[in-house]
């Protein structure tokens, strides 16, 4: 997995709830681990932008709920710090929901997407509508 250029603050764990920012028909993901997770012993695993984690949705389209999916996360709450120094923090919580080959399942993302996603998934840049 490619390292990132940005200090990522890990504002999520599992539990967190987390919309579903692409039109795959899932509204609502809860996330269940982190794939890849490396954490202290007996501590939860923190998720940030651009973390691949699994999660279990809990609302949308009916073929979906309940079940078990892959997702990358695209925005978070939390302030994460640019090389640059410029900090960037988003409104909403938010994933998109990928393959086991890493492409996307849907087709097109509502709102924003962070940089840090295009920089290490570089297939989900192509369906973003703004990358910031």
Do not use: W
Not at 53 to 79: E, L, T
Not at 87 to 96: G, I, L
Not at 103 to 132: D, Q
């Amino acid at each position: 997995m490619k390292g990132l250029s940005t200090r990522i603050s890990k504002g999520l764990v599992p539990g967190s709830v987390l919309t579903c920012a692409d039109n795959s028909g899932a509204k609502t993901l809860m996330i269940i681990n982190k794939i890849g997770k490396a954490g202290h012993r007996k501590r939860l695993a923190g998720c940030g932008i651009g973390d691949l984690v699994m999660a279990s949705v809990k609302s949308g389209n009916p073929a979906y709920i309940k079940k078990k999916v892959r997702a990358v996360i695209i925005r978070q709450k939390k302030d994460i710090r640019r090389a640059s120094g410029l900090r960037v923090r988003f409104e909403d919580n938010a994933a998109m929901l990928v393959s086991d080959a890493n492409l996307p399942i849907g087709t097109e993302v509502k709102g924003a997407m962070a940089r840090e996603v295009v920089e290490r998934y570089i297939k989900l840049a192509g369906i973003a509508s703004r990358v910031v």
